[in-house]
């Protein structure tokens, strides 16, 4: 039985010519380089909010220029017809290497996130090649969300989704915690 690529949940990055990840991330958002370096990408979980904000308007900047969040969203993720994007959110994504910066896309169809940089991943033959780090989650997949917070920082707040295979996923570092939470709310139980 052949399965649709909207079926499965997908964190990438995967080097397979069946999901076509493209090599040249450059496409999806500028280099902070070619806009003079006038603000840092990197935005960081610690108290410094000075280097949040440069971050965060920096990626703004980023996002502006290609058009749009939502051209964004569909230059990065399939986006079938009649699929609308419901709200995008700066966050992290918690990996075994540590959080990566990127953009988390709540849509009527699925949850998508992607690295505001991209990472080097060796080839199969020995290559080093770059890409963006991507998960996309059905939200069909989706078993439950549950939210959490720091112990000792109540005001850090992680969102998990957990999917019907048992994958979780956490996401922290939320601009607006409770707005995106409640967009990832109203997306599962409308699907």
Known sequence: MKTSLQELVLGIPINSAAYQVDRSPKGYLPDPASQCNILSLKVRLGPKITETVKGKLS?????????????????????????????????????????????LFISTDKIAFCSDRSIKISSPNGEVIRIHYKVMIPLSKIKRVNQSENVKKPSEKYMEIVTVDNFDFWFMGFLNYLKAFKYLQEAISQA
Request: charged share 25%.
């Open 59 to 103: 990626l703004g900047a980023r996002i502006l220029k290609v058009g749009g969040v939502k051209k964004v969203f569909k230059r990065l993720f399939n986006v079938r017809e009649g699929e609308k994007l419901l709200k995008a959110s700066q966050c992290y994504l918690s990996t075994t290497a540590g959080p990566i910066a990127g953009l």
